[in-house]
């Protein structure tokens, strides 16, 4: 086997360069051996490209020659330096280099939050929009969680409540599509695989208010090793146990790819410290929070969907100037001057040039409209609250314990079909449920009665931008009705202090539920794809 040396040779000022031999060893790595752009490929060894790249701050080679030269022929010598580097120094940086993918299959749906709260990963979910959560196993076994702490008496009454209300889960689906079936308007001609396909998500969305908070689930993460080490400590640091487990679980799994990356993870003075530190600040804040707060009594008003601006930080002034400041070589506070100055019609001018013509939802305004942030208070229904979660640039997405003193939702097609008194009496199920397990000493655990169609309560900071992207993309007419009407209040309600910043969101849809409103994207699928 060639050395790392006979791939690379020196210039007379020291620099290294790739030899012929050393082009033709590293070329199956990258897409070009000479180019100064080039992308690593699937048989590059991630470790080996994440080693050289720790090396690049005190390194003034060509990232393609440290490969050759110092990893390419020899393994111990990456993960020694990646050692070195990510324990001895701690230089968690270097844990941003390292790409992981990682599948948590099976957990509840109460844990798929907890999976996906952090912000720096990319996380890919069964939709509850799309499919049946009512298939059992080869146990004859529905698609539940049970927590492994109930006693026996308590785990016998959980599944046999769990197991009534997916039966009647089961039941309404299949007689809610043959409603949305026979009251279709679409003609007969027409009722191909793409009417067919958007009358079984419609009944979906009608009945997935019934699925339990501990439905079973299956997550994709794809992340940067510091990102999967941020939610493994963020799981080991839950009350729940389930999480606990997951965390675990996750630690194992990635440390049988990449070891090095999480030594220090569980590290009784490193990765136990933040992991205790997150725990008891939790429990002490939700402690001092029952002294200082007197218990509520929920009211009818306080029941139901709502959202509320409790906040705003920024105006559209400073948006203005921030656009010239960004567009000019003015010193800021000399802009703040002249924008005092200008009329009402010239700030228009500004904020409608810098948006420009948006030809679709995907043609943003630029980084200016960060400048302004908004403060809401969201109650909505747990389903829609998972599809909202899923946003990463936001500021404090956290949320309350799920309970259901807040009421729950009945979407109107469940009524116009009839449906209602077999849904109502799985939400009854369900609350009694909570109260058992109230009653037992399983606080933390009775989140696991509660159904998608529980309200629960949430804050969010969000900037303008990221609302301009989320607003028009919620509230498209193949989104859920529940979070459609998240993103069309707050709309109304950005529209009342900053006029133009809404007016800048000309993709958001205010329009009313339509009839099969995805009919028309399974019919774009349906062209593109050749589906039947």
């Not at 290294?16 to 199956?28: F, P, Q």
């Not at 606990?244 to 569980?266: C, H, S, W, Y």
């Amino acid at each position: 086997m060639s050395s790392g040396y006979e791939l690379v040779g020196k210039t007379s000022e020291g620099l290294l360069y790739l030899t012929d031999e050393g082009k033709k060893r590293i070329e199956s790595w990258v897409t070009d051996v000479e180019a100064p752009v080039y992308a690593f490929s699937e048989d590059a060894d991630p470790q080996a490209v994440a080693a050289a790249m720790a090396r690049l701050s005190r390194n003034s080679n060509d990232l393609r020659t440290i490969i050759a030269s110092e990893f390419i022929e020899d393994s111990d010598k990456e993960i020694g330096l990646l050692r070195r580097v990510v324990n001895q120094f701690g230089d968690d940086s270097v844990m941003q280099l390292y790409p992981l993918q990682v599948v948590v299959e099976g957990m509840s749906n109460l844990a798929t939050k907890e999976v996906e709260w952090g912000r720096l990963a990319a996380y890919l979910e069964q939709s509850t929009r799309y499919l049946r959560f009512d298939k059992k196993d080869e146990n004859g076994r529905y698609a539940y969680y049970t927590p492994a702490e109930f006693d026996d008496e308590t785990t016998e009454l959980y599944e046999k409540t769990n197991n009534e209300i997916f039966d009647i889960y089961s039941s309404l689906y299949e007689k809610l599509k043959q409603y949305i079936m026979d009251n279709s308007s679409t003609p007969e001609e027409e009722r191909d695989g793409a009417w067919r396909t958007a009358c079984h998500a419609q009944a979906c969305d009608g009945v997935r208010s019934l699925l339990p908070a501990s439905t079973k689930a299956t997550v994709g993460i794809v992340g940067s090793a510091q990102a999967v080490n941020n939610m493994i400590q963020h799981l080991r640091s839950h009350e729940l146990p389930e999480m606990n487990k997951i965390g675990g679980q996750v630690l194992d799994a990635v440390r049988a790819v990449a070891p090095v990356f999480f030594e220090r993870t569980d590290m009784p003075t490193r990765g136990d410290l933040i992991v205790h530190h997150r725990s008891e600040t939790r429990d002490q804040s939700k402690e001092l929070a029952k002294q200082i707060l007197p218990e509520v009594e929920v009211s009818k008003e306080d029941m139901g969907p709502g959202v509320k601006l409790v906040g705003v930080d920024g105006t559209e002034d400073e948006l203005v100037v921030k656009i010239l400041a960004d567009s000019s070589d003015y010193p800021y506070e000399k802009i703040i001057e002249v924008v005092e100055q200008l009329g009402t019609e010239k700030k228009e001018e500004i904020l409608k040039t810098y948006i420009g013509d948006r030809y679709n939802r995907r043609a943003k305004p630029g980084r200016a409209f960060e400048f302004i942030h908004y403060t809401f208070e969201v109650q909505c229904d747990y389903g829609a609250f998972r599809d909202i979660q899923r946003h990463r640039i936001v500021d404090g997405l956290d949320w309350q314990s799920l309970d259901i003193r807040l009421g729950h939702v009945t979407p109107d097609i469940i009524v116009d079909a009839g449906l209602d008194q077999a849904y109502q009496s799985a939400f009854k199920k369900s609350q009694e449920l909570y109260g058992e397990l109230k009653k037992r000493g399983y606080d933390d655990q009775a989140q696991y009665a509660t159904l998608f169609g529980h309200m629960m309560r949430f804050t969010v900071k969000i900037n303008a931008r990221s609302l301009v992207h989320t607003a028009e993309l919620r509230t498209s007419p193949q989104g859920h009705p529940a979070y459609r009407k998240v993103y069309q209040d707050m709309h109304k309600l950005v529209a009342e202090v900053h006029p133009n910043v809404a007016e800048a969101m000309k993709f958001v849809s205010q329009s009313e539920d339509e009839e099969l409103a995805r009919l028309g994207a399974e019919k774009y699928n349906q062209q593109k794809y050749g589906n039947k």
